[in-house]
């Protein structure tokens, strides 16, 4: 019997069964599905239950302790004016302790953190726990729960927002180094707000030097080692130069605005629509700082991005410097958004003017390198050429 066969007998005659056939088609569906033991006509709902499936009892605990804490959390939140971070820490400590007893693992205490507790707070519950440390301003758990990769996209909403309000500008910085998919309207506020920093919100930058002059220190210690590897040498070497360029003569705020240039998140677009909402004075930053790494590049041209550093020497650093590419482009995108604004207050035309003899100095250089790689690229295909027409010949001398 043909396959069109099988089909056509079967879509006749769907309560005769034939459980062994010879292809490898199942044509009855129904014993694939489960039977349902509601057949109650006036069953008044869609969804019927099914006896054959149960929740595991551990699933089940897991269940309960997160609808035990997110029903807790809420009430505390609604009306958080007695609510003190010991009583959320007691509480997020029994919550773990409950919990890692269920699944077998050592959560640890809530205020010492660790990696595990990401897996051990449940999803509903992670956005209640975020609002409770901004609420009682628990900086410290906020912080390692941005770190252990606590916060989702779908948990973080508004927290760059909060922080910023809350001039909590080690977090801002913190969120955008470990955050993804962080939303254009808050990218475009953290812009802003690295800009035109409030005095508050530099209190809290501290640690954000301390650590660029930490991780200058070890480059220094890098280079200054006779032990190492050649290659090694070589790149601490140009990590060093590299971290040089992005640490000296930049203010606190601006070595924010490398994190913020460097960042996974942007995009062409997304970082065209922040410089498109920028006002007067914040363009005027924008250009001052850009005119900065010119000035470098002019005087450094051989300094590039080091992306084996963070991995091969620990200069982590390096990898929140933004590249030539990224800082052109953003000049771009600011002459372009803004280009009418530019044109006529005369208080762009002093810093454009600078600007320009830097731009047309690195546009000369550049021109000269292109015109030195294409001759390489030329010499590079005529030696191939030349190579492979003497060994042509060779071959035909010894074929013959």
Same mark, same amino acid.
């Given at each position: 019997?043909?396959?069109?066969?099988?089909?056509?007998?079967?879509?006749?005659?769907?309560?005769?069964?034939? #459980?062994?056939?010879?292809?490898? *088609?199942?044509?009855?569906?129904? #014993?694939?599905?489960?039977?349902?033991?509601?057949?109650? #006509?006036?069953? &008044?709902?869609?969804?019927?239950? @099914?006896?054959?499936?149960?929740?595991?009892?551990?699933?089940?605990?897991?269940?309960?302790?997160?609808?035990?804490?997110?029903?807790?959390? !809420?009430?505390?939140?609604?009306?958080?004016?007695?609510?003190?971070?010991?009583?959320?820490?007691?509480?997020?400590?029994?919550?773990?302790?409950?919990? %890692?007893?269920?699944?077998?693992?050592?959560? %640890?205490?809530?205020?010492?953190?660790?990696?595990? =507790?990401?897996?051990?707070?449940?999803?509903?519950?992670?956005?209640?726990?975020?609002?409770?440390?901004?609420?009682? +301003?628990?900086? %410290? @758990?906020?912080?390692?729960?941005?770190?252990?990769?606590?916060?989702?996209?779908?948990?973080? !909403?508004?927290? =760059? @927002?909060?922080?910023?309000? &809350?001039?909590?500008?080690?977090?801002?910085?913190?969120?955008l180094k470990n955050l993804s998919?962080?939303?254009?309207?808050?990218?475009?506020?953290?812009?802003?707000?690295?800009?035109? =920093?409030?005095?508050?919100? *530099?209190?809290?930058?501290?640690?954000?030097?301390?650590?660029?002059?930490?991780? /200058?220190?070890?480059?220094?210690?890098?280079?200054?080692?006779?032990?190492?590897?050649?290659?090694? +040498?070589?790149? /601490?070497?140009?990590?060093?130069?590299? *971290?040089? =360029?992005?640490?000296?003569?930049?203010?606190?705020?601006?070595?924010?605005?490398?994190?913020?240039?460097?960042?996974?998140?942007?995009?062409?677009?997304?970082?065209?629509?922040?410089?498109?909402?920028?006002?007067? !004075?914040?363009?005027? !930053?924008?250009?001052?700082?850009?005119?900065?790494?010119?000035?470098?590049?002019?005087?450094?041209?051989? /300094?590039?991005?080091?992306?084996?550093?963070?991995?091969?020497?620990?200069?982590?650093v390096c990898d929140w410097i933004?590249?030539?590419?990224?800082?052109?482009?953003?000049?771009?995108?600011?002459?372009?958004?803004?280009?009418?604004?530019?044109?006529?207050?005369?208080?762009?035309?002093?810093?454009?003017?600078?600007?320009?003899?830097?731009?047309?100095?690195?546009?000369?250089? /550049?021109?000269?390198?292109?015109?030195?790689?294409?001759?390489?690229?030329?010499?590079?295909?005529?030696?191939?050429?030349?190579?492979?027409?003497?060994?042509?010949s060779s071959f035909m001398l010894?074929?013959?």
């Amino acid at each position: 019997m043909s396959l069109l066969q099988e089909i056509t007998k079967a879509s006749s005659d769907r309560f005769q069964y034939d #459980p062994e056939t010879k292809y490898s *088609i199942t044509l009855n569906p129904e #014993p694939l599905f489960l039977k349902n033991n509601y057949d109650d #006509p006036n069953w &008044k709902t869609t969804v019927k239950p @099914s006896e054959n499936w149960t929740i595991s009892e551990t699933d089940s605990k897991l269940i309960d302790f997160n609808d035990d804490l997110f029903k807790r959390l !809420s009430k505390k939140l609604k009306n958080p004016t007695g609510f003190k971070k010991d009583e959320f820490l007691r509480m997020m400590n029994k919550y773990l302790s409950e919990v %890692g007893e269920v699944v077998g693992v050592e959560a %640890g205490s809530f205020d010492e953190g660790g990696e595990k =507790m990401g897996a051990l707070l449940g999803r509903g519950v992670k956005g209640l726990v975020l609002e409770a440390c901004l609420v009682l +301003e628990d900086w %410290g @758990s906020l912080e390692r729960l941005i770190v252990n990769g606590v916060v989702e996209h779908s948990s973080s !909403s508004g927290l =760059m @927002s909060n922080l910023i309000e &809350k001039r909590r500008s080690d977090l801002v910085l913190l969120c955008l180094k470990n955050l993804s998919d962080i939303s254009v309207y808050e990218l475009m506020c953290v812009l802003k707000y690295f800009l035109a =920093m409030p005095k508050d919100g *530099i209190r809290s930058m501290g640690d954000v030097r301390k650590e660029w002059e930490s991780q /200058a220190l070890l480059a220094i210690e890098k280079v200054s080692d006779k032990g190492s590897k050649a290659k090694n +040498e070589s790149l /601490a070497r140009d990590a060093s130069l590299w *971290i040089m =360029m992005a640490y000296d003569g930049f203010s606190v705020s601006e070595l924010c605005l490398h994190h913020f240039l460097a960042s996974k998140n942007l995009d062409d677009v997304i970082l065209a629509a922040c410089i498109s909402k920028l006002d007067g !004075s914040e363009i005027m !930053s924008v250009i001052k700082y850009l005119a900065k790494w010119l000035q470098k590049y002019e005087r450094f041209p051989q /300094a590039g991005p080091c992306p084996n550093a963070a991995s091969v020497l620990g200069l982590r650093v390096c990898d929140w410097i933004p590249t030539q590419e990224a800082i052109i482009k953003c000049l771009g995108l600011v002459v372009d958004e803004h280009f009418s604004s530019l044109v006529l207050h005369q208080e762009f035309h002093e810093e454009l003017a600078s600007l320009g003899s830097v731009v047309t100095t690195l546009a000369a250089e /550049a021109n000269l390198c292109a015109s030195i790689a294409n001759l390489t690229n030329t010499l590079r295909s005529t030696r191939a050429e030349s190579f492979l027409e003497k060994l042509q010949s060779s071959f035909m001398l010894y074929s013959d």
